[in-house]
C-alpha cells in the first residue's frame, strides 16, 4: 500500500511498468480470452535412444545434401507448461498458453504474478525490439512442490498428483490472486515473430534473453557434432536425480537460424529440432485386481488396480491394460508381481510381468460379456481388439459423452466439469447433452457448491454456447474416429449440419482423408433414432451450429504445394499457414499430384524432382501471386 501511495504521488515522474505493483490485483475473470500467436509455436517430435539421435542427424544432413557436421544447441526438456510472451517496445502486454499451437488461452494477468517473468526488457548491450514473442516453460520446483502440497493438506485440500499438474492449474485460476501464492518459476528457451532484430544462432539467441533479464536453464550447451549431442543426452539422464526440477528428456536443436529456415517443419514439427525422451522411470508392484471401464464410445478398457507405489515423484495405484489381447500377449493374471513405468513419464502401464515371483494363486484375467455399466451385451467386431458394450443408453457412456460434449474442443461451456456433470447425472437432472439447455436455476441450485451465483454463471455459459461453429458441434457430437479435424474437414466440405445428417456413405467416404471406416461411423451415428432424438431436443433448445465457408470456395482448394530452399520475405511456416487459410495443402514430399513446388534460394533435389514430373515450378514472387 505504501509503494502504490508513493507511485500515484510520483506518477508524472516515474515508469511504473516494472513495478511489484503490477504484477497482482487484476480482478477475477469470468473466464480465459484467446489470442493468436504471431507465429505457430510447433510441437517437436520425439527421440528415445541414440540410434533415434543419430537417425535425426542424418535426416538434416539428406535434407542439406551435406556430409559435413552439423552444429548443434543441446538444452534440458523441462517437464512443464509451454508458454508465449509478447513484448512491444520492451513492456510485457500478453502472455498466452500454447493450446493447438496457432491459439492459446490469454493468461496474461496470472503470469504476472510470477517474479521471475520480466515486467520490462532491461536493456543492456542489446536494445528492445518493438515487439517479440520470447517462449518459456513454467514448471514448479521439487521442494517448493513438496511445501505447497504440505499447505494444500493442512487446509484441507487434495495435494497435487505432481509438478506439472500443479503447474498447469496454477496458470489456469481466474483469480490471479491464487495464481500469486503457488511457487511457479520459469525459465526460456526461444523467441517467435521478432520485429526490430534478427539472431543468426540458437546459442545468440539465449545469450540475448540471458542479458535482457530472462531466466536461461544454466545447463544449455553447444554440441560441435551429433556425437556431443549423445553424451549430453547420457549425461543429463544421469544428472536429472540431482536437480532441483523435473526434466524428462533433452533439446536437440541446429544452432543456425539459416539452416532452420532451409530445413523448415513437417506438419506440426520443425525439422531441426528433436525431443529426446529418457528411458521412463520403472519399479515393482502387486496387481490386486483387475477391473473394467466403459467409455465415451463403448469401449470396455480393463484397469489394472496396483498397490500403490511411486515413480519418478508421482504414487501409481492404477494402469491401463489396453484390451483383452495385450493382457494375453503379456500373460498378466490378477496377483502377479509386475514391472510398472510411467510411458513418456506421464500414462502408468504395466511392462511385463515377473514370472519368478508367481506363486501359484494368481488368476486369468477374460473381458466380461456383459456391460458392467448396464448389463447389456459386449461385442466384439472383426477385426478389432476392443470389446464394446453398443447399448447407446449405456449409463457410462452417456455421462462421458456429456463431459466430451462440453469440453473446450467441442460447446466449450465453462464451469460444466467432470464433478458436477456427475452430480447430475447421479441425480437424474440430466441424460443426454440436450438436457444442459434445458436446466432451470431451481433444478441446479441445490447441488453442492451450487449457489445462487454459481447457477447463473452455469445458466449463462450455456446460453452462449447455443451458437457454436459447425465443426465444433461436429466434433461434441462424439461420433467415433471423428476428431477436430475431422470434425473441420466435414464442416468445410458439407457448410450444414442436415447437409452431412443426409449425406450418403460414398458421399463422406470420397472425401479427402476420409476413408469407408469414418463415413460408416457417420452415417450409422445418424441413422440411429436416439442420436437423432438428442439433435432434435438441441435444436429445440436453440442450438444452431453457425455455417462455415464450403472448403471448394477457397481460392486454392484441393491445390498441393511443397517448399524447396529459403524464402526471402516468408518463414516456412508463415508460408503454409497462408497456403492452408486459402485451402490449400502444404505436403514434404513432391508427387505428380503437387500442384506446385515453390523454390527459393539454394533448393534442393527437389527442383530437379518437379522439373522431371512437370510439376509447375514458381519462385515466390510467383507464389505472391498465386495466394494473393
Known amino acids: 500500500s505504501e509503494l502504490i501511495a508513493l507511485e500515484e504521488e510520483f506518477s508524472p515522474y516515474i515508469d511504473i511498468t516494472a513495478s511489484p505493483t503490477q504484477r497482482v490485483g487484476a480482478p477475477p475473470l469470468e473466464k480465459f480470452g484467446t489470442a493468436h500467436h504471431l507465429s505457430p509455436m510447433l510441437s517437436l517430435s520425439n527421440a528415445f535412444n541414440s540410434e533415434d539421435i543419430i537417425e535425426f542427424?542424418?535426416?538434416?544432413?539428406?535434407?542439406?545434401?551435406?556430409?559435413?557436421?552439423?552444429?548443434?544447441?543441446?538444452?534440458?526438456?523441462?517437464?512443464?507448461?509451454?508458454?508465449n510472451l509478447v513484448y512491444e517496445k520492451g513492456i510485457f502486454t500478453r502472455?498466452?498458453?500454447?493450446?493447438?499451437?496457432?491459439?492459446?488461452?490469454?493468461?496474461?494477468?496470472?503470469?504476472?504474478?510470477?517474479?521471475?517473468?520480466?515486467?520490462?526488457?532491461?536493456?543492456?548491450?542489446?536494445?528492445?525490439?518493438?515487439?517479440?514473442?520470447?517462449?518459456?516453460?513454467?514448471?514448479?520446483?521439487?521442494?517448493?512442490?513438496?511445501?505447497?502440497?504440505?499447505?494444500?493438506?493442512r487446509e484441507g485440500d487434495a495435494p497435487f498428483a505432481n509438478p506439472r499438474n500443479a503447474a498447469a492449474g496454477s496458470l489456469r485460476q481466474l483469480d490471479s490472486r491464487i495464481t500469486a501464492r503457488r511457487p511457479l518459476e520459469i525459465f526460456f528457451y526461444a523467441v517467435g515473430t521478432a520485429e526490430g532484430i534478427s539472431?543468426?544462432?540458437?546459442?545468440?539467441?539465449?545469450?540475448?534473453?540471458?542479458?535482457?533479464?530472462?531466466?536461461?536453464?544454466?545447463?544449455?550447451?553447444?554440441?560441435e557434432d551429433i556425437d556431443r549431442c549423445i553424451r549430453y543426452y547420457q549425461e543429463m539422464e544421469i544428472e536429472r536425480k540431482e536437480l532441483p526440477y523435473e526434466i524428462d528428456g533433452t533439446v536437440i536443436k541446429v544452432d543456425s537460424v539459416a539452416?532452420?529456415?532451409?530445413?523448415?517443419?513437417?506438419?506440426?514439427?520443425?525439422?531441426?529440432?528433436?525431443?529426446?525422451?529418457?528411458?521412463?522411470?520403472?519399479?515393482?508392484?502387486?496387481?490386486?485386481?483387475?477391473?473394467?471401464?466403459?467409455?465415451?464410445?463403448?469401449?470396455?478398457?480393463?484397469?489394472?488396480?496396483?498397490?500403490?507405489?511411486?515413480?519418478?515423484?508421482?504414487?501409481?495405484?492404477?494402469?491401463?491394460?489396453?484390451?483383452?489381447d495385450e493382457i494375453d500377449k503379456k500373460d498378466i493374471r490378477v496377483g502377479d508381481t509386475v514391472v510398472v513405468q510411467r510411458a513418456g513419464d506421464v500414462i502408468p502401464q504395466v511392462v511385463k510381468v515377473i514370472i519368478s515371483k508367481r506363486t501359484g494363486n494368481e488368476k486369468k484375467f477374460a473381458m466380461p460379456e456383459i456391460c458392467p455399466s448396464c448389463r447389456s451385451a459386449v461385442t466384439r467386431f472383426e477385426g478389432e481388439a476392443a470389446h464394446r458394450c453398443i447399448n447407446m443408453d449405456c449409463p457410462a457412456q452417456i455421462r462421458e459423452h456429456i463431459k466430451h460434449f462440453v469440453s473446450r474442443g467441442a460447446m466449450d461451456i465453462e464451469g460444466l466439469g467432470e464433478k458436477l456433470i456427475n452430480q447430475m447425472c447421479d441425480s437424474n437432472i440430466i441424460g443426454n447433452p440436450a438436457d444442459l439447455y434445458f436446466l432451470t436455476k431451481s433444478s441446479i441450485t441445490g447441488l453442492e457448491r451450487m449457489g445462487d451465483k454459481s447457477a447463473a454463471n452455469l445458466l449463462s455459459a450455456i446460453e452462449e454456447s447455443k451458437s457454436p461453429p459447425l465443426s465444433k458441434f461436429i466434433f461434441a457430437l462424439g461420433m467415433r474416429h471423428v476428431g477436430e479435424h475431422t470434425a473441420k474437414v466435414l464442416a468445410g466440405k458439407f457448410t450444414t449440419l442436415e447437409?452431412?445428417?443426409?449425406?450418403?456413405?460414398?458421399?463422406?467416404?470420397?472425401?479427402?482423408?476420409?476413408?469407408?471406416?469414418?463415413?460408416?461411423s457417420i452415417t450409422r451415428f445418424f441413422s440411429e433414432g436416439s442420436n437423432l432424438k438428442v439433435i432434435e431436443n438441441l435444436s429445440k433448445a436453440g442450438v444452431k451450429p453457425v455455417e462455415e465457408d464450403r472448403e471448394d470456395s477457397a481460392p486454392l482448394s484441393g491445390k498441393?504445394?511443397?517448399?524447396?530452399?529459403?524464402?526471402?520475405?516468408?518463414?516456412?511456416?508463415?508460408?503454409?499457414?497462408?497456403?492452408?487459410?486459402?485451402?490449400?495443402?502444404?505436403?514434404?514430399?513432391?508427387?505428380?499430384?503437387?500442384?506446385?513446388?515453390?523454390?527459393?534460394?539454394?533448393?534442393?533435389?527437389?527442383?530437379?524432382?518437379?522439373?522431371?514430373l512437370g510439376v509447375s515450378v514458381l519462385n515466390e514472387e510467383h507464389f505472391s501471386e498465386v495466394i494473393g
Request: proline fraction near 5%.
Open 57 to 83: 542427424d542424418e535426416r538434416i544432413k539428406r535434407f542439406l545434401d551435406t556430409d559435413k557436421n552439423v552444429s548443434f544447441v543441446v538444452e534440458p526438456k523441462l517437464d512443464g507448461i509451454a508458454v
Open 95 to 153: 502472455g498466452t498458453t500454447r493450446g493447438d499451437g496457432e491459439i492459446g488461452e490469454d493468461i496474461t494477468e496470472n503470469l504476472r504474478t510470477i517474479p521471475s517473468i520480466p515486467l520490462k526488457i532491461k536493456e543492456m548491450r542489446t536494445p528492445a525490439p518493438e515487439r517479440i514473442e520470447i517462449r518459456g516453460e513454467v514448471y514448479i520446483g521439487a521442494d517448493a512442490f513438496k511445501t505447497l502440497n504440505k499447505r494444500r493438506t
Open 199 to 223: 539472431f543468426d544462432t540458437q546459442w545468440n539467441t539465449l545469450q540475448t534473453l540471458s542479458q535482457w533479464g530472462f531466466a536461461v536453464n544454466p545447463h544449455v550447451g553447444q554440441a
Open 259 to 324: 539452416l532452420q529456415n532451409r530445413l523448415g517443419a513437417v506438419s506440426r514439427s520443425p525439422r531441426w529440432a528433436i525431443a529426446c525422451k529418457f528411458s521412463p522411470h520403472q519399479t515393482t508392484t502387486l496387481i490386486k485386481n483387475i477391473t473394467v471401464q466403459v467409455g465415451r464410445t463403448g469401449v470396455l478398457t480393463p484397469v489394472a488396480e496396483m498397490d500403490p507405489v511411486a515413480i519418478g515423484g508421482v504414487t501409481v495405484s492404477h494402469a491401463t491394460l489396453h484390451n483383452q
Open 499 to 520: 447437409n452431412l445428417m443426409h449425406a450418403s456413405k460414398e458421399d463422406i467416404a470420397d472425401i479427402k482423408g476420409i476413408g469407408p471406416a469414418v463415413a460408416e
Open 560 to 612: 498441393t504445394f511443397v517448399f524447396t530452399g529459403t524464402l526471402e520475405n516468408y518463414t516456412r511456416s508463415a508460408a503454409k499457414a497462408l497456403v492452408e487459410s486459402r485451402g490449400g495443402i502444404v505436403s514434404s514430399s513432391i508427387s505428380k499430384n503437387t500442384d506446385y513446388v515453390v523454390t527459393g534460394s539454394s533448393p534442393g533435389s527437389k527442383l530437379r524432382k518437379a522439373q522431371d
